[in-house]
């Protein structure tokens, strides 16, 4: 209630009963041609506000629609977005998935290929918890038959060797380690020599004379001689030749993903394993013959 | 606006407010509309007078208070609307407006003087009459000149009858 001043309390009273009065007055006073004053009066105090409250409804109505039409287009719009996103991450997760079914058969496949080699597929749990060390945890352990030493290879190539059998889980260690070798030998040349891990993501391929042809590209797969990797298995490319001294400076890059593993295969066998070989050119089959054995070179 | 209201009052001290007797005002207020009635018809030329405005004027001088007089002109120019051919609120504005002034100047200026009372009737008359002239120009269409001669006899006569009425009235006062 706004407070009005004493003083003017009686001019606003003054004002009031002058107004009535007034009404009242006009509400008597009937012209000829008009009518009763106070609906001409009525008429032309109202018209214009009703003039601008119909403009004013109008745009009010028009703001009000539109600001409907909007906040549904807002709301359609967020809703569309929230489906877009439950969609992306739906399409992510079918794609995970059949990037999964995919790697499960390509795993099938060479478990299919190798149905009398002992292996067990293993999902990857956790990895090293220093920086220091390359090393993976799978799901399964000691009590699903995983022994020290077992090797875990993916179908791309290997990936590395058990290290720990606990009863439910079992420590990897991969190819990338610092301490990690596997026997391999050059796909083509059948030249042999262990590939161990740097640290890095690149392997180093150790003992190849400076004389021996060395490609980059090339393939480099398991030897066999290590007696933990069955023969053939891929290990990598040639990423890097350089001449060094007494023997070159090659780098290998692993053809398994070895940053990304999800699932691998290990081979249930300390035994050496002759996996099934996929068909190679006559020229291989050549080299290899001509290939001299080498001793495994893989650490512990 | 506490403090402006406050020193008002300070300075309007010294202005005496007067009572009445209880049923003064009424009477004198009956007593104008009955004698406005009947005066013209034993004295035609007594038309000219307007008793209930000396009344408003009188009243609202000496009440001194704005809320008052502009009540009881509404009230004896609603009357006298009412004891006329005139449409109800003709003469109620007018003395609603002459009620709540001369409360006002009632409240700033010492009234009590015959001259006084002459020149504030006559300029009343001329203002009362000023506001009947302009609501029937605007609201009734009955166009009506703003001065007449007429109208100055009258407002000198009003104001002549307005002292000597007013020393009448003044009897009707308490004593303090």
């Known amino acids: ?300 | 606006m506490i403090n402006d209201t406050f020193d008002l009052r300070s300075a309007e001290s010294h202005i005496e407010v007067h009572k009445f007797r209880t049923g003064a005002v009424a009477a004198a207020t009956v007593f104008s509309l009955v004698v406005q009635a009947l005066l013209p018809v034993y004295f035609p030329k007594a038309d000219i007078l307007d008793l209930p405005l000396l009344i408003t004027i009188y009243f609202g001088l000496s009440r001194r208070n704005p809320s008052t007089g502009l009540l009881l002109g509404m009230v004896i120019g609603l009357l006298q609307d009412s004891l006329s051919k005139s449409p109800l609120g003709l003469y109620g504005i007018a003395k609603t407006i002459i009620g709540y002034t001369a409360s006002s100047i009632g409240a700033r200026l010492d009234t009590e003087h015959p001259a006084a009372r002459f020149a504030l009737t006559a300029v009343f008359f001329g203002l009362h009459q000023g506001v009947i002239v302009l609501i029937k120009r605007l609201l009734l269409a009955q166009p009506e000149a703003w001065f007449t001669a007429r109208l100055g006899i009258a407002a000198g006569a009003n104001a002549i009858v307005a002292v000597f009425l007013f020393l009448l009235l003044d009897q009707l006062r308490k004593s303090s």
């Open chain 1, 1 to 300: 209630m706004v407070a009005i001043p004493s003083r003017h309390k009686s001019l606003v009273l003054l004002a009031g009963v002058v107004i009535v009065q007034v009404l009242f007055l006009a509400v008597q006073i009937k012209r000829d041609s008009q009518g009763r004053l106070i609906r001409s009066w009525t008429v032309e105090a109202i018209s214009p506000f009703e003039r601008t409250g119909a403009w004013g409804f109008g745009r009010v109505r028009s703001i009000w629609s539109h600001y409907f039409a909007l906040q549904n287009t807002s709301r359609e719009n967020e809703s569309l977005r929230r489906e877009n996103s439950a969609l992306k991450l739906q399409v992510e997760e079918l794609g995970s998935k059949a990037a999964e079914a995919d790697r499960l058969a390509l795993l099938i496949n060479f478990r299919q290929l190798n149905h009398n080699v002992p292996m067990l597929g293993a999902r990857v749990i956790g990895a090293s918890a220093d920086t220091a060390s390359e090393t993976i945890f799978l799901d399964r352990g000691a009590r699903d038959g995983i022994r020290r030493n077992m090797a875990v290879i993916t179908p791309d190539g290997v990936v590395g060797k058990v290290i720990e059998a606990f009863p439910n889980s079992a420590q990897v260690l991969l190819l990338t380690d610092k301490d990690s070798g596997v026997g391999a030998m050059l796909a083509d040349s059948r030249v042999q020599s262990p590939v161990g891990g740097t640290g890095e993501p690149l392997l180093a391929m150790k003992y190849v004379a400076n004389d021996d042809t060395v490609n980059l590209g090339e393939r480099v797969v398991t030897s066999g001689m290590d007696r933990i990797f069955p023969k053939d298995l891929p290990v990598g490319t040639i990423a890097e030749i350089k001449p060094g001294n007494p023997f070159k400076l090659i780098r290998v890059r692993p053809a398994a993903n070895l940053a990304r593993l999800e699932e691998v295969i290990v081979l249930l066998t300390l035994r050496p394993l002759e996996l099934h070989k996929e068909p190679e050119p006559a020229a291989s089959d050549s080299a290899e013959k001509a290939a001299p054995e080498q001793p495994t070179t893989a650490k512990p």
